[in-house]
């Protein structure tokens, strides 16, 4: 059996029904234009913000504009949005709903996107039934994203900060050990500044000599700084050297004291967001073309049926 189809065009077959389809794309046009109205569909705005990330440490192997995509799109931002715009309430979601976390999430992931451009910035982009709402919900996105770097920046420059101050005061205690080595032979041995003590002893000592003089006293002293100068020469170097570590190891204490406390953004606007005076969704024109067309595209195979079934009948 040829299906009725294959026997006549689709355009004789509209021709022949033209009034049902007439009246079909009527009916079909006006229940969408209802169903698309405000009353049942409500209006959503869309406002967006350009930005750059700046300031930015490197955390991975990612670009700046992937690593701001990957904290924008982060639990801790999300729930603080939800948290600050109250979107449970906005979005009609009940706490008591057994999938409310999902249901939450899902509503968020979908009126609000990020989305890198072609010149490695971020495209921040929000959709909502109210337009100053969607446009206080990005710059909000970048103020949370600002902190948040901050935060992440701060722990990691703080674990920083607090090796520099454990090995500081790891240099201190070895230069106070030190200092009191060279204590203890100046108080039991006499042994202080090596060079010129060396060379003011051992005059003295080869003079009373040579003048005939007691050295017995001379000769103990000259005896201690001969056994004991090079232990202090050693100290006194070490000490020395420590002392250059030290004022290094100050300066990048310092240094990562500085970024402790210093207040900066991590991301430029380039574009500001704005409350939206014009509709974003629904597109009404686009649903509406979009129902006539798939009801008559029904209507016709539903024709076809009709005119196959009649034509087949036994006469």
């Excluded at 232990?231 to 500085?258: C, I, P, T, W």
């Excluded at 509709?279 to 979009?290: C, F, G």
Aim: glycine share 4%; aromatic share 8%; net charge positive.
């Amino acid at each position: 059996m040829n299906p009725y189809l294959n026997n006549k065009t689709l355009l004789e077959l509209a021709l022949k029904w033209k009034y049902h389809l007439g009246v079909i794309a009527l009916i079909a046009g006006a229940i969408s234009i209802v169903l698309s109205s405000p009353v049942f569909l409500r209006p959503k705005y869309k406002s967006t913000s350009i930005v750059y990330p700046v300031n930015m440490g490197k955390y991975s192997e990612e670009s700046y504009t992937e690593q701001m995509m990957e904290i924008l799109n982060s639990g801790d931002i999300r729930d603080k949005m939800i948290t600050a715009f109250k979107l449970d309430e906005h979005y009609r979601i009940s706490p008591k709903y057994q999938f409310f976390k999902t249901a939450l999430y899902g509503k968020f992931a979908e009126e609000v996107t990020f989305r890198k451009t072609e010149n490695e910035a971020v495209k921040i982009q929000v959709l909502d039934t109210d337009p100053l709402v969607a446009c206080a919900m990005v710059d909000s996105l970048r103020k949370f994203y600002d902190l948040k770097v901050q935060s992440l920046h701060r722990v990691k420059v703080a674990e920083e900060l607090n090796i520099r101050n454990l090995e500081l005061q790891r240099l201190k205690r070895g230069m106070d050990s030190m200092a009191n080595c060279l204590g203890d032979l100046g108080r039991k041995y006499g042994v202080m500044e090596i060079t010129g003590q060396s060379e003011g002893i051992s005059t003295a000592y080869f003079t009373a000599i040579a003048n005939g003089k007691d050295v017995t006293r001379l000769k103990e002293y000259f005896d201690n700084v001969a056994a004991k100068s090079p232990e202090a020469r050693s100290l006194m170097l070490r000490v020395e050297g420590m002392s250059n570590q030290v004022v290094k190891v100050q300066e990048l204490r310092d240094d990562a004291y500085r970024e402790l406390t210093k207040s900066i953004t991590y991301s430029v606007v380039v574009t500001p967001p704005y409350p939206s005076d014009k509709k974003d969704w629904p597109k009404r024109s686009i649903i509406v073309l979009m129902s006539v067309i798939f009801t008559l595209m029904m209507a016709m195979v539903v024709i076809g049926v009709i005119e196959n079934r009649n034509n087949t009948k036994p006469i």
